[in-house]
């Protein structure tokens, strides 16, 4: 029998995505699609890449819209999820792609994000050691950020064989669609069109904590983190450029070594060959996640670099390989590695 999903938040561009991947998902009905200021507005309207789901109406997000389905997927901006989720049974699997239950310290929640902590859930980062028992047969999922997701995956295998030190140094650049759809001035065309820019500088970026919370759960003892994100002209992807100082008797083999032995059996995660980097375009609407690593000998720093699409790996693609894990279906059912170029 189909699993009957879902989707709050079906007119932004993390509901569209989840959409774009449950069309292709063959264990997957698609039921109830909600919004806020669209409810009553035809998909087709707002997601015209969503051919088939074009006739579609928008309800209002309401507990008795969201009854009767085997899973939810909530795609509404932080904060929201938690009072939408409480409504929901016990049996339906929700998995949350906002931030609301992603953070273990309560404090790390307040501070970064300025309201009462809501929970924590299984977070939905497969690849991460430990992560795939708490999904499993679990009716609730935490869905990653996407810098955490592109950050975690370049550096984990060097945190997990202990070859770094415990300060990161992060530079990650991001597509616009990572700031969602409604409309701020700094992403006015006019803004971003042949332009990069930092933001978030200085240790003030939310997903800070969630990626020290990652590192420092591998790594055994507290990481570091200096994180700065960047804004670049392209709709979707992100670039993640990490480094960290590397251990004493670190070498350029033992640093492959252990890359190659965290990823051998992944199947999203793609090690490229030596000499290879990661780019966004070839992660494009895929699940697929490049990695590459070096070691600079010179500065006695291990270099790590991660490609992955915002939309995709970074928040739709994670929530249903989550999902698949949930259910006990075959983890990467209805998801494809396969990217769109140039
Ligand atoms: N964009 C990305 O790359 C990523 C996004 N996420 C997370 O996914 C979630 C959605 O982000 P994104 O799709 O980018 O954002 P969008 O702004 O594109 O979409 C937000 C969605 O939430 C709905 N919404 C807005 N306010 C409310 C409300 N008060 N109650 C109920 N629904 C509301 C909107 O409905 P309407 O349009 O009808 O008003 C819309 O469907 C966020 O928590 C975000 O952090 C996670 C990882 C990556
Ligand atoms: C470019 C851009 O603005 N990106 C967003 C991150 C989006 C994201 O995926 O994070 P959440 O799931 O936590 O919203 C930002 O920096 O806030």
Not at 150 to 175: D, H, K, M, T
């Amino acid at each position: 029998m189909a699993v009957r999903a879902a989707v709050a938040g079906a007119s932004g561009y993390a509901g569209g995505e989840v959409l774009r991947l449950l069309l292709a998902h063959p264990e997957v009905e698609i039921g109830a699609l909600t919004g806020n200021s669209n409810a009553g507005q035809r998909l087709g309207a707002l997601q015209p890449h969503l051919l088939p789901l074009a006739g579609r109406v928008l309800a209002e997000t309401t507990p008795e819209a969201l009854a009767g389905h085997d899973v939810v997927f909530l795609a509404l901006p932080h904060g929201q999820s938690a009072a939408v989720a409480e409504q929901l049974g016990p049996d339906v699997l929700v998995i949350d792609m906002g931030a609301d239950f992603r953070l273990k310290d309560p404090a790390d929640w307040e501070r970064f994000y300025g309201s009462p902590h809501a929970g924590t859930w299984p977070y939905g980062l497969p690849e991460l050691p430990g992560a795939r028992a708490a999904l499993e047969g679990s009716k609730r999922v935490a869905v990653p950020g996407c810098y955490p997701t592109a950050v975690s995956l370049a550096l984990f295998p060097a945190y997990a064989a202990g070859l770094v030190g415990p300060e990161a140094v992060i530079v990650a650049a991001s597509g616009t669609s990572g700031a969602g759809k409604a409309p701020k001035p700094h992403l006015l065309g006019s803004e971003v069109m042949g332009s990069m820019s930092p933001y978030g500088v200085g240790g003030g970026h939310r997903h800070t904590p969630e990626m020290i919370q990652n590192l420092s759960a591998v790594a055994g003892e507290p990481v570091r983190v200096s994180f700065t994100p960047t804004l670049a002209p392209m709709p979707r992807g992100i670039l993640a450029t990490c480094s960290a100082s590397a251990a004493a008797g670190v070498t350029a083999d033992s640093v492959r070594a252990a890359y190659e032995k965290a990823y051998a059996d992944e199947p999203f995660v793609h090690l490229l060959p030596e000499g290879q980097w990661p780019a966004t375009a070839s992660v494009h609407g895929s699940n697929a996640v490049q990695v590459q690593v070096a070691y600079d000998a010179a500065v006695g720093r291990v270099i790590a670099i991660s490609a992955i699409d915002n939309l995709t790996k970074g928040t739709a693609g994670g929530a249903v390989q989550s999902m698949n894990i949930a259910l006990g279906l075959p983890e990467t059912t209805g998801l494809s590695t396969i990217g769109v170029a140039p």
